[in-house]
């Protein structure tokens, strides 16, 4: 192992003449992995070779046979690097990702170097030993500099601070989303001094205005124009929150922040609080919105989550009955005003109590489970589907008309067949199906009440149907002789 060592330390005293060359191809993999990075430098005037060339110096250091390296130096510039780039508004995370771009150029470097010799790969091995130390330790260094300057802002603001803690504390008190956006922005315009302020929720990749607070009704197209999700951001910050602010300066005088609300990796909506008067937002601004927009993020997440399971059946996740008579309610009325068609389909689990009786409560919610699968891969997007009661499903088709939704109800007896051949279970699953198309003057009830008929019948003609099987099936008994002896045909 002397001679892994005494190899190592002579490559690196070699390497460490080149460094910054080593510096300049470095930047070219920064341009790839950290294009934030090189834009802030090259508005600062910063040297970014100079400064690759001196991470890679203090590598290769740590690699010679010498007495132990300056730690105190190198930690040091480390904590100083980590406020500095704190200050400048860069995520932590993209600091880590750059030491780690700096080991992987060095550890380069030193195989470069080591080609043919006799000892390379034991020699890689212990650089790449020494080389994790030092970055783990300048990575804890960047850290605390980093949370250093973090620290002290947060500081400088005390009182947002404990604005935030009331924000934080005031929306864990609801569960209601409206209720939850409007405390929301309340408190973020007082905290930061602003005047007008929208929430956006997000729903299938699109944003649906929510909440507004301090505008008028006539001016609240206006903001969505000027501050809205839409608009081109002149300014972001990532920093430790998960949810990323923008700053927003739109036309109409309006300058505002701009946060995507995320949570736990998804984005749950869009908050913006702004004013038509001179404003200058700073990085502390930045910082702070990010911490409120994360606290209203993982609230309007429990609303919604909380929401979802008041209007949702815990064992199929279509809506339960509550809900899809409320769908019908919206739906009727948009019809009657547009002028449009609605079909209603209801679907019923005809051997259900056979399944659990024979097989189990288990089976028979997994034949729900299976029912409500095929149920929406066959419908469209744009219907809604829910749980109506134990066996019973019911589908909102807007926008569709008898002869369609036939073809739907098709598609799903089809979908149910191919379900039951594929079974490796010994039960399978009957359905029978309902259709009824809105007419003027019926209100959802009504429309109900058709349906149901229509349900009814079908589920009576399927219990004729398998009554005449059962008795084609039935052995023929007849008379034989004259002696009034009876034989089973077949026997």
């Known amino acids: 192992m002397s001679d892994a060592h005494e190899i190592l330390g002579n490559v690196a005293a070699a390497l460490a003449a080149e460094t910054h060359e080593s510096g300049r191809k470095t930047l070219e993999v920064l341009r790839i992995r950290s294009p934030e990075l090189i834009e802030l430098t090259e508005q600062t005037g910063e040297d970014l070779v100079a400064t690759s060339a001196s991470f890679i110096e203090v590598l290769l250091a740590s690699l010679r046979q010498q007495a132990e390296p300056p730690w105190i130096e190198y930690e040091q510039r480390a904590r100083d690097h980590g406020r500095l780039r704190a200050a400048q508004g860069v995520a932590l995370e993209a600091l880590i990702d750059v030491l780690a771009v700096y080991r992987r150029a060095t550890v380069e470097l030193l195989s470069l170097s080591l080609e ?35 620290d002290e802002e947060h500081r400088n603001r005390e009182s947002d601070l404990y604005g935030l803690a009331a924000i934080a504390a005031i929306m864990g008190r609801s569960l209601d989303i409206g209720e939850t956006a409007e405390v929301a922005l309340a408190e973020t315009l007082a905290a930061l001094g602003l005047d007008a302020g929208a929430i956006w929720l997000r729903e299938r990749a699109v944003y649906r205005l929510a909440h507004t607070i301090g505008l008028e009704a006539d001016e609240v197209d206006a903001y969505v124009e000027h501050a809205g999700p839409d608009v081109r951001a002149t300014v972001s910050a990532v920093g430790r929150s998960e949810s990323r602010v923008e700053g927003v300066a739109g036309g109409d005088g309006w300058n505002a922040l701009r946060a995507q609300l995320r949570v736990g990796g998804r984005t749950v909506g ?20 990010a911490a409120v927009a994360d606290q209203v993020a993982v609230a309007i997440d429990r609303a919604r989550q909380f929401s979802n399971e008041a209007r949702t059946d815990h064992l199929t996740g279509l809506a339960n009955r509550r809900e899809f008579e409320r769908v019908m309610e919206r739906e009727v009325a948009l019809t009657e005003r547009h002028g449009r068609h609605l079909t209603v389909m209801m679907v019923d689990v005809d051997n259900l109590k056979k399944i659990n009786d024979r097989h189990g409560h288990g089976a028979g919610d997994d034949a729900l489970r299976l029912v409500a699968q095929e149920l929406q891969r066959v419908v469209r997007a744009s219907d809604v589907c829910g749980r109506l009661g134990g066996d019973e499903f019911g589908v909102a088709m807007p926008e569709t008309d008898l002869h369609r939704a036939r073809e739907v109800g098709r598609r799903l007896r089809t979908a149910i067949q191919s379900m039951n051949l594929g079974s490796k279970t010994t039960h399978s699953v ?20 058709i349906v149901d008929k229509e349900l009814y019948e079908d589920k009576r003609h399927h219990k004729e149907v398998r009554r005449w099987a059962a008795e084609r099936k039935a052995p023929a008994v007849r008379l034989r002789g004259g002696a009034g002896r009876r034989r089973i045909a077949g026997s």
Request: proline share 1%.
């Open 116 to 150: 043919g010799q006799l000892l390379r790969d034991e020699v890689l091995t212990l650089a790449q030993s020494r080389i994790e130390d030092v970055i783990e330790r300048l990575t804890s260094s960047m850290a605390r500099g980093y949370l250093d300057h973090l």
């Open 270 to 289: 869009m908050m913006t609080a702004g004013t038509q008067r001179d404003r200058i937002f700073g990085a502390s601004d930045l910082l702070l919105m």
């Open 430 to 449: 009957e359905v029978s199906i309902g259709m009824g198309a809105w007419k003027p003057g019926m209100d959802w009830q009504a429309l109900y009440e």
